[in-house]
């Protein structure tokens, strides 16, 4: 099977992959969209979790992870329900952990394992774990494959970057002893920079916020008045909502109505409709510097300057006024 991705090339890949990718569990996350109900209020915020799964799986791929480490950077967003991290929200989960616990049920209860087994890996418990994996994930602030795919993505599909500054990123990367690093400081400085106009600029946008809070209110006011149940959530984003506005309840649908792009918003901490103090996420990646490895902010003062403003900002959180 030939796969064609917009920031890595055309790739073959193997038939455990294809079966994979095929699968309905795989399939559904061309429904899930990566934001939230951030494609709602703005069309060039439409990245899926299929578009990053299958990302994050080619970027192990070309820094040299196995097929293995490939299969896992495949399935490790599978369990993300509709709307991403929305159920979080929903559900009041503030480390934003819940597709994480329902990871392996989630598994369990697709072809996955069988699939799986048709190509010998019968214990697959030890393949699904991520701490078995350096590329594809590692805690923060370290790099790892996941990090570098949904901020490039992200930020490429919404005109934030070039292709050149892409590229810059990719052929910059090395994997020394099993860390992801750059090959030079400047690289790991730009990443930086990206990585904080992803999860700062974009996350914490009053907009992103705004369209986030108010599908929290549908859902969470669905749950409650048993309009829809947990297990909807195993869905598509699309059909998610068709089950809100088919029940026809005014309230959630005038709600759901008052997500759209012209709403007139205010960034302040006074009187705010709105707050949200999103999860840290910071990230100081390794560099190779003279043959050794360090961490970015030991080697640039730009990138512990960049940390520091980071951390306040997130820290601080986000106030939101509704004007219209």
Known sequence: MIIQDELYGTFEIEPVLEE??????????????QGGASYLVNSRWNLTRYEHSVGVMLLVRTLGGSLEEQIAGLLHDVSHTAFSHVVDFVTKNQDESYHEDIFLSVIESSTIPTILKKYGYNDYSSLLDDSNWRILEQPAPHLCADRIDYTLRDLHRHGTITDTEVQQILTNLTVEHGVVAFKDTESAELFVELYYKEVIDYFM?????YANDQLTKVLRGAVQGEVINMDDFMGTDEELLSKVRENGNEKLIDTL???????????????SDIYRKNKVRMIDPAVKVEGTIKRASEVSKIVENMNEQAYER??????VRILL
């Open 20 to 33: 994979l990718l095929k699968s309905n569990a795989i399939q559904r996350l061309h429904g899930v969209h």
């Open 205 to 209: 946008d009053p907009l992103n916020i």
């Open 257 to 271: 109505h008052q997500i759209h792009s012209n709403v007139h918003l205010e960034t302040t901490l006074e009187k």
């Open 314 to 319: 997130t820290v601080k959180g986000v106030g």
